[in-house]
Structure formats: structure tokens, C-alpha cells
């Protein structure tokens, strides 16, 4: 089956949500308490977006083998999966949403060969269920409705991501930096420099800020250009009024 852009976006931001859901209801009946199962604010996790569109990427590719073969390569691919993922979030943000440390044969607190068989038992479900309905849905629905709904979903999602990693709040800080610094009567920011100052404060830039902290806070960046223009000013008024003091002493001892 041939999977178009629309398509696959579609799936993402369905399962992203599905999946949102089952683990919201799971972990608040547990806490008893309502729990956001997800690193984003809104009700998606595109963690289970992903897992899904993998999953059917490797249905597709396995449909000729064997059901030992397709276990195989679905217990090696989500296991891959969560072990990418979890190891990134936890460097970009120090935070691990899920934790199989207490867990036997764990690789670092991100994959076991427990939850790895139970993620096998589930793809094989959602495979011969959940994947026929949704194509069943989306073949019903209005093509026009679908294409909305996905660009929307998907606008909100970018946004939100965005927002929920503070990489929107770093760039509006160092446009409101570089705005009054302009004000001041500073010169135009080098959008290149600038560029370069949001991309390296986003998360997991930690090693590269050893490098020279200045460089990788735009705000202290903007404040000390500031204060050197201020200390330069002030050099140059000072130089300027002995000057003209030097001037006006001379030409009184020159009068007759």
C-alpha cells in the first residue's frame, strides 16, 4: 500500500492523540488524579504518532514473512524507537517520561524486554484492528475535511512544541533584546550572529556553552555590547571635555 504526505500526517495526529488518551485514562486512574501523560501541553503524544506510522512502515515491509520474523523486527524497532527517543529527551531536558530501571535487562532505564514483548502484542493488534478502521474512517470522510484537519492539527502541534521546549520564549526574548539594544541606538543586529545565539541556547547546547558562556546567552550578549558602548561614550565625552578644558587654558594664557 502506498502511503501519501496526507496521509501519513493524518495517522500521525490520530494515533498521537489515541494514544494521548489510553495513557491519560491509565495514569490518572493510577495516580487518581488527572495526569498529562505527554512532554506537550496539548492532548497528543507524538511519541505514539510515530511508534504507529513505524509500525506500519514494518507491516508493510514484513507482510511476506513469517509471524516469528514480524515479531522480531517489530520488537527490534520499537525497542530502537524508545531507547532513541528516551535517551534524547533525557539529554535535551534532563526528564525521563517513562523509567524501566526497577525493570530486568533494562539498557539504561529506556527499554526492557518486558515492555518491549507487551509493544509486540500491541502492534499485532493494532495492525489487524485499530489501522483497518482508521483507513476505514479516513477512505469515508471527506477528503477536504481530512486535508483541513490535518494542517490544522498540525500547525497546533508545531506550536505547541515549540512553546513546551521554550524554544518560542528564547526567540522572543532575543528579539526584544535586539530591539532595545536598536532603541538605544546600538547598530542592527547581525540576523546570522543572532540566528546562531537563539540556536545555541536551545536545549542540549550544554557542552557547546563550555566553549565560551558569553557567546550562547543572547541577553548577556546584547547587555555587555550595551554596557561597551556605554563605557565607550563615556571615554569619548570624557577625552572631549579635557580637550576643550586644554583649549580654553591655553588661549587665556596666550591674551595679551
Known sequence: MEFHATTLAFLFIIYSICGWMIESIYRSANARMFVNPGFLRGPWVPLYGTG???ILVVCELTREYSLTARMAA???SISLLELVVGEAMLRL????????????FNIRGHVCPGFSLYWVVLALIFENTVYPATMLMMGSANPVAVQRFTVVFAALIAADAMYSSGIAGRI???ARHSRAFVARGGPAPDLARAFALVQAQLPGSRALRRLDPALFDCGRTVRALGLLRRRLHNKLRSTTICRDAMRSILSRRERP
Do not use: K, P, Q, T
Open 74 to 76: 517489530y520488537f527490534v
Open 52 to 54: 504507529a506510522i513505524l
Open 93 to 104: 531536558f534532563g526528564r525521563r517520561w517513562w523509567d524501566y530501571r526497577d525493570e530486568r
Open 172 to 174: 522572543l526574548e532575543a
